[in-house]
């Protein structure tokens, strides 16, 4: 056999490979598996929501041009905005049903490119902003489980133009809408009676000229019902009833920006001791691109991402950042709560800044970073992917444990062909070695109370589970995660509650109960939906639905 005949077969046997519907990509030298669950969903994932029945709501922008999936039944949209296709007949939005592992198209009207959402507490997402004639808009999507809902549109929703603005849920259930370009303020929705912006200097005094920096603000709501607001390289603490900054936090190590277009990530890190008076809360902002990056690479200049992290305690009188260095520089990467309290750094680039054509160097390995231990032992790099996840990327952890990725496009169209990164329309899931067979002894599985399971605020619960392998009871506890909006390397609403366990005792055949208290307040959680775990040896269960009220 010749030396290209030899290649060729190779290659066809790559891409036979590639095209089957789901695949594993073998990988031994760490931990973690990636599998490729849809070569493509018609659409890139920019915009990713998970919901109450175990559907991600996933959408893009409408102004592009067709995406690669039609719109079911001869629907198809009209768009007036310039530049847009006038009579456009392709679907930029897709609910993807994560058992089943299929998807179907649903019919955005109204442009939703750089948006934000937030799920209200009865479990709609409510999606709100974007660009030209979505910029006012707010959108509802209500599960359901049949094949029939879809968006709903409210015009004028907002009171202001809201695009890279950030949503965050409130402990009275409202979602408040922070910034935006050009939009140095805030706002609620619902709307209030007399539909008012709340002016926010802070965004105005962050705002880099010609680069911004200040957009798509990391929000995080306090153990005391204050916002932490990050942007660029600072934060403040605000009281949004009061309009009021109460806390000003110290500019981040050497005062690079995190903040879109400079765009890092951010976390606030699993809450435990629920109970305690004094309870703690720290935000940690990972990666970034340094000052002067966006305009750099505009000239074709990609300057290297940042490598550090700074954490904080955002509770404590005297707060100080403490930083820590990062195996990979990293730019637009997404920080993914797991249900064991550690989180995924995932996706993104290495030098560069967010915008099309803007990153390079794609980042293919997550890194797991584990809050509890000491610096310098916190980080592990995890086994790579092959698909680059660039600018417009995102990704959410599902309940079973595993973590949904999609999306990257950094062109302002779809481009597959004669670019350095394709348009992407692939999604993939990323297991965490926690999922590996081995820990199935030590893994519990919740039998009561069932999913949709309704819980009280400030109340003892019991959680009845099975594990059949050997059980450390002091290694036992429940946590609640609060499923995040996810895009531009942000996950809105993203937090992790650690309940703990009061007592564990032995039922019998394998099975335990596990006494848990619920938060004690609306600002530590709000009310909604939470996906609860048990975790034992840091293997966690797969979650179930419950409803905090």
Not at 206 to 235: S, W
Not at 385 to 400: G, Q, V
Not at 436 to 457: A, E, V
Not at 524 to 549: C, D, E, M
Request: aromatic share 10%; with cysteine; glycine share 8%.
């Amino acid at each position: 056999m010749s030396i290209p005949t030899f290649i060729f077969l190779i290659l066809l046997l790559h891409l036979l490979f590639a095209s089957q519907p789901c695949h594993l990509i073998l990988t031994s030298a760490a931990d973690g598996r990636w599998q490729l669950l849809q070569t493509s969903i018609g659409i890139s994932a920019m915009h990713m929501q998970l919901l109450r029945n175990d559907r991600v709501v996933i959408f893009d922008r409408t102004d592009f041009g067709k995406s690669n999936l039609s719109l079911p039944n001869g629907k198809c949209r009209n768009d007036l905005t310039e530049g847009a296709l006038k009579v456009d007949c392709s679907a930029h939005s897709v609910e993807y049903d994560v058992s089943s592992n299929k998807f179907r198209a649903l019919m955005v009207q109204t442009n939703v490119w750089c948006s934000s959402g937030a799920i209200t507490p009865d479990g709609k997402l409510v999606q709100t902003g974007g660009f030209n004639d979505g910029e006012r808009r707010v959108r509802v999507f209500s599960p359901c489980s049949s094949r029939d809902c879809d968006w709903q549109e409210i015009p004028n929703g907002l009171a202001a133009r809201r695009w890279y603005a950030t949503n965050h849920i409130l402990p009275d259930g409202r979602l408040i809408i922070v910034g935006g370009r050009r939009q140095f303020n805030y706002e609620f929705s619902p709307k209030n009676i007399a539909a008012n912006t709340f002016n926010l200097p802070f965004l105005l005094e962050t705002n880099d000229k010609g680069e911004e920096n200040n957009l798509y603000p990391f929000v995080f709501l306090n153990v005391d019902g204050n916002l932490f607001i990050f942007a660029n390289n600072r934060a403040i603490l605000l009281d949004y009833v009061k309009n009021k900054v109460v806390k000003t936090y110290p500019t981040i190590p050497g005062g690079d920006p995190r903040s879109y277009p400079s765009t890092g990530s951010a976390v606030l890190l699993p809450l435990k001791n629920l109970k305690m008076a004094d309870l703690q809360a720290e935000v940690l902002v990972c990666g970034g691109a340094p000052k002067g990056s966006f305009a750099q690479a505009l000239r074709g200049n990609f300057i290297r991402a940042l490598k550090t992290c700074a954490r904080i305690t955002i509770t404590d009188p005297n707060p100080k950042w403490v930083t820590e260095t990062m195996p990979l520089a990293r730019v637009m990467g997404d920080m993914i709560l797991l249900p064991n309290g550690k989180f995924l750094l995932i996706n993104g680039a290495g030098s560069g800044s967010a915008g099309w054509e803007l990153g390079q160097n794609p980042i293919l390995s997550p890194v797991l970073y584990r809050p509890d231990k000491k610096i310098g032992s916190r980080f592990k790099t995890q086994n790579p992917t092959t698909i680059p996840r660039m600018y417009h990327s995102s990704a959410t952890l599902l309940r079973d444990g595993r973590v949904l990725v999609g999306g990257s496009n950094p062109h302002a169209f779809y481009n597959f062909t004669s670019v350095l990164f394709p348009t992407e329309l692939s999604l993939e899931a990323f297991s965490p070695a926690y999922l590996d067979s081995k820990f199935n002894d030590l893994r519990p599985k919740i039998i009561t109370p069932k999913s949709m399971s309704g819980i009280r605020y400030n109340k003892r619960t019991n959680i009845q589970v099975v594990i059949t392998g050997k059980v450390a009871e002091n290694l036992v506890s429940a946590t609640m995660l609060a499923p995040a909006f996810n895009t531009h390397s942000f996950s809105m609403n993203q937090r992790l509650l650690v309940l703990g366990n009061d007592k564990v005792t032995t039922c019998g055949n394998s099975a335990y109960n596990i006494e848990v208290t619920t938060p004690r307040t609306h600002n530590l959680a709000p009310p909604g939906f939470y996906l609860l775990f048990v975790v034992h040896q840091n293997i966690p269960s797969q979650g179930i639905w419950v409803k905090l009220r």
